[in-house]
């Protein structure tokens, strides 16, 4: 291919890189436009502009609430999830067994499986488990926060493993020459060189269970919401820009975390 081929073609492809940007971010900023909007009712082109419909929110018990309980559940999702993970990656990176890879495709199923499909399957477990040890399950925060934690292995397994991969095993191995313990060294040499891959799979924990609705939906109590639930609530009766500010709230706090998720740990490696 001659140069002016190729520096065609390579236009074409930041072009239609380009394009594809603009598509996806197009409702974010549509959303992020309608938020300041003045009018209640959603109409182009506005009146006007301000900040009082992000005031609002704050008045809002629905979405005060809703927020605090999407943090708590978060909030356990992350660290149990890493609990769970990081000993479950360890064993996965560091040693080899009959049934590893089953053992690394039942940590990572919930991936392959719908939410809604998860959430339906847990609400049913458990009721059964109400009947069966008269536990009081469906609609406690640590319910819901169990059913969380299910989401949020796959993706701390899958980070922590991924930095686990790229640790130098020399440097281990010196450690235990020198006289430290396996427990010395993981505390002292392998944690602290994966420190940043469980930073990431924290915040990106932390940013699924946040933003969840569907096992939320099957899972939470008569008046008890977390906050994706609270924004399709309200859009069953108002449609004003006080969602968009919401979302846009939203929007911040979930890529935010994304954003430092990726200064850690490069996203591209988790989601190839």
Not at 48 to 67: D, H, L, M, R, T
Not at 120 to 130: D, G, H, R, T
Not at 167 to 188: H, Q, W, Y
Request: charged fraction near 10%; glycine fraction near 6%; charge should be neutral.
């Amino acid at each position: 291919m001659s140069s002016k081929n190729r520096n065609l073609a390579d236009v074409v492809l930041k072009a239609w890189v380009l394009l594809g940007f603009v598509f996806i971010s197009f409702p974010l900023f549509l959303v992020a436009w309608l938020s300041f909007f003045t009018d209640p009712l959603l109409a182009l082109p506005p009146t006007g502009y301000s900040f009082q419909w992000y005031s609002k929110i704050f008045v809002e018990p629905q979405f005060f609430n809703g927020f605090l309980l999407s943090l708590e559940v978060a909030l356990i999702a992350m660290v149990v999830g890493l609990a769970v993970s990081i000993p479950a990656a360890l064993v996965l990176s560091r040693t080899e067994f009959r049934g590893k890879q089953l053992l690394m495709n039942l940590l990572t199923s919930p991936l392959i499986v719908p939410s809604i499909v998860i959430g339906a399957s847990l609400y049913v477990s458990f009721i059964e488990l109400e009947y069966i040890f008269d536990w009081s399950v469906i609609g406690s925060t640590w319910g819901l926060g169990a059913a969380h934690i299910l989401i949020t292995i796959p993706w701390c397994v899958r980070l922590i493993v991924a930095n686990l991969l790229g640790v130098d095993l020399s440097i281990e191995e010196a450690s235990r020459s020198l006289g430290a313990t396996p427990f010395v060294t993981l505390c002292k040499v392998t944690i602290p060189m994966i420190w940043p891959g469980i930073v990431a799979a924290a915040l990106f924990s932390f940013v699924i269970s946040f933003g969840n609705l569907e096992l939320s939906l099957f899972l939470v109590a008569p008046g008890q919401i977390t906050l994706p639930i609270a924004i399709l609530q309200y859009l069953e009766y108002k449609i004003d820009p006080t969602i968009a500010a919401v979302s846009v709230l939203q929007i911040l706090i979930i890529g935010g975390g994304l954003l430092i998720t990726n200064k850690f740990v490069p996203l591209a490696r988790v989601v190839k």
